[in-house]
């Protein structure tokens, strides 16, 4: 990862990761496995699994399940692929009930169609809060633009941190992947989509419990809203239907490869993107500034892969 080296962004693609309207989890699982291969460089993907999770750590998985509870979205990460995710974990010796998948709320989450657990046998999953009206459980004492903020008690009491973004356009931010998604991580995201969102949502990962506990991001570009969504259309009537993932250790950089490829997507339907890159790139430039991640292409190395 830069500045060690050219940060690695892997993009995979599978043509039959979908049947009709339905993934294909033997797909997605053969998608992650040549994806960890050739970011880590191991040529056994369970032992690159292990390699970056230990057997006695609690691993949070950030998903985005946004407008699960109230329609305001039908592009959520997608829960197959986070199955396979966990069924690599456990593979490589994480029990499932050290595996937490959350986010904001546990009423998007259920919406999404995630299965809600806090106990008993297997993943755990389930949001920081019950639903939009309810404080949750965040932990305070950090601080955003100045002002007080509380990161969640699931990510701050797991050792590692698997960010699982789905890609789509944003009105205010150009769009949301990555850096984006830990909106779902703190206790006041309606108070920072104002004029100061680009740089928020940059500092915001620059956190240490954030920075410091993401161990991989996995981008999620199965179905992307990348059409009109930034003009307030609903994404659900505009996704595009995909075919790949993108995988990295480096947020910044799988945000720069992932809105190369939104605004392709956008572009082959017909959008235009010139304001949703401007928006995004201000986002990334100072991501990099603040050493989250490589902004430059010439500190990405970009790796193709198709099955």
């Known amino acids: 990862m830069y500045p060690n080296g050219p940060s690695k962004v892997v993009h995979t693609h599978h043509a039959g990761v979908w049947n ?22 191991l040529s056994d993907a369970t032992a690159a699994w292990a390699a970056l999770f230990a057997p006695h750590e609690r691993v949070a998985i950030k998903v985005n399940t946004y407008g699960g509870s109230f329609g305001g979205s039908r592009v959520f990460t997608h829960v197959p692929l986070v199955m396979a995710v966990v069924q690599s974990l456990q593979e490589a010796g994480v029990p499932a009930e050290q595996v937490f998948v959350y986010d904001y709320v546990t009423s998007d989450l259920e919406g999404a169609g995630y299965s809600i657990s806090r106990e008993g046998p297997g993943v755990r999953c389930y949001g920081t809060a019950a639903d939009w009206e309810e404080e949750g459980d965040y932990a305070a004492g950090w601080t955003l633009s100045g002002k007080d903020i509380g990161l969640s008690r699931i990510l701050l009491d797991c050792d590692a941190l698997i960010n699982i973004p789905v890609l789509k356009t944003h009105g205010r931010s150009g769009f949301t992947f990555a850096l984006k998604n830990h909106y779902g991580t703190f206790d006041r995201p309606e108070d920072f989509h104002g004029e100061l969102i680009l740089a928020d949502i940059a500092e915001l990962n620059a956190l240490p419990p954030i920075k410091d506990r993401t161990r991989l991001i996995i981008g999620d570009a199965l179905e992307a809203a990348c059409l009109r969504g930034a003009q307030g259309w609903p994404d659900w009537s505009l996704a595009v239907n995909g075919d790949s993932v993108f995988m990295s250790f480096d947020p910044v950089a799988l945000d720069t ?9 956008a572009a082959q339907n017909g959008q235009k993107t010139t304001v949703e890159r401007i928006m995004a790139s201000a986002t990334l430039k100072r991501g990099a500034e603040l050493g989250v991640g490589a902004y430059s292409l010439d500190d990405i190395e970009l790796i193709e892969a198709t099955l």
């Open 20 to 41: 009709g309207e339905n993934l294909v989890p033997e797909a997605i699982r053969q998608m992650l496995d040549a994806s960890i291969a050739a970011l880590t460089g």
């Open 257 to 265: 490869i992932g809105l190369e490829h939104a605004c392709e997507l």
